[in-house]
């Protein structure tokens, strides 16, 4: 019984520790302010078999470092659902980066392995109020798009 509070102890203390290690890089240590709580870049909604959805960024926090990771929500509920994992926050902003055949908006630049990135909604205007979406990363580093989904055209088409 003794060395199970003692291994449990130190398990604590591990954990306790890793959670204060402080950010390593340049860009984590910027100043993040955004509240937890799950942010939408588009007022558009994709039409599926599912109904109506759009992707969104849930900010949380780990410890003193603050996370995100892309989620999906229902127009039909308002249930949010995972799209993707936690990632370290390097800037809570709002983008919104023109293309010449479309627009890109996210909430939050992520950390990663290739270099800070943003994920979120790809718009196209087809004529008229209609406009097809689709999701995926924007490289801050290349300043490319590469979309993970197809296209949806919105429920205002």
């Not at 039909?76 to 010449?100: M, N, V």
């Not at 196209?124 to 995926?136: A, E, F, P």
Request: charged share 15%; glycine share 12%.
């Amino acid at each position: 019984m003794k060395r199970r509070i003692v291994g449990i102890l130190a398990a604590l203390a591990i954990a306790i520790g890793l959670a204060a290690v402080p950010a390593t890089s340049a860009s984590a240590e910027a100043e993040v302010q955004r509240d937890p709580g799950v942010y939408c870049s588009s007022k558009l909604w994709a039409a599926t078999g599912y109904g109506p959805v759009k992707l969104c960024t849930q900010f949380a926090y780990y410890g003193f470092q603050q996370i995100q990771r892309p989620v999906m929500k229902s127009g039909l509920t308002g249930e949010i659902s995972p799209h993707g994992d936690w990632r370290h926050t390097a800037d809570d902003k709002f983008d919104q980066i023109e293309f010449k055949n479309g627009v890109f908006n996210a909430h939050g630049v992520y950390e990663s392995g290739f270099g800070p990135g943003m994920y979120g909604t790809f718009h196209q205007h087809l004529g008229g109020g209609c406009y097809q979406v689709r999701w995926g990363n924007y490289s801050t580093v290349t300043k490319e798009f590469h979309p993970d989904s197809g296209w949806f055209k919105t429920t205002t088409c």
